[in-house]
């Protein structure tokens, strides 16, 4: 979680570089030119950033995850050093460069924010097809594998007489948020903006399949740069 993170950090990057350029958040304003996009991304972004995660409490999904991290003992120590440096005026490849993190993760990040640069088709692409359409089947198996041994955990806590606590109550949270927001909102929000972006322009439906293939690649090369780390048992701290 610690690496993943930064994942959850630059997936803003890709919706607000839409919302910038489908929306009007310039003074003075002027009506967006695809209005069906600008809803979509603007009800994407409401979700991502300010999520309803309790009644009356509101967290983008970025807190949320540092709040389970916080939970399992996870190092928020490279991403709080990395924020920082933005916060600061570093550029993304500056921050990124002297910290504790496997380098699979720091060029992912790289990508990612390249990506963001693209056209918005490319763009929207990458997002619905690299990232939108992959995490509700991903963290559905999360989630039902915790349920499974929280099951067990409960009935050896009802034997012994106990409570049971939730030792990873926000995480549980963040997983579930995202298969019922990713799967049953976003997800097809993401399809629908991706068809009426590249309507019937075959050049863009190209340009937006190979981004989605990079995008894919990118995040296959994260992911086993991750499982690297794990195996070799390297540490952030």
Known sequence: MTHHVFAV??????????QHRLTSIE??????PNPLAARLINEIVLGEETDEVDDGEYLSHYALYLK???EIGADP???????????????PAEALAPLPIVEAVKTFVLSTLAVAEQSEHEVAAALLLAREDLIPVMFDRLVREMDRR????????????????D??????????RHVHLDGEEHGPMGRRMLMSLCADDTDKWEAATDAARAALEARIALW??????IEEGVSPR
């Open 224 to 229: 086993d740069g991750m499982l690297v780390a």
């Open 77 to 91: 120590g490279p991403m709080r050093q990395f924020e920082q440096a933005l916060r600061d005026g570093a550029s």
């Open 150 to 165: 929280r099951g067990l955990a409960g009935r050896v806590a009802r034997r012994l007489g106990t409570g049971a606590v």
């Open 68 to 70: 389970a991290m916080g």
């Open 167 to 176: 030792p990873r109550a926000n995480f549980r949270l963040y997983l579930k």
């Open 27 to 32: 003074v003075p304003w002027l009506p967006a």
């Open 9 to 18: 950090w630059d997936f803003m990057s890709l919706t607000k570089s839409l």
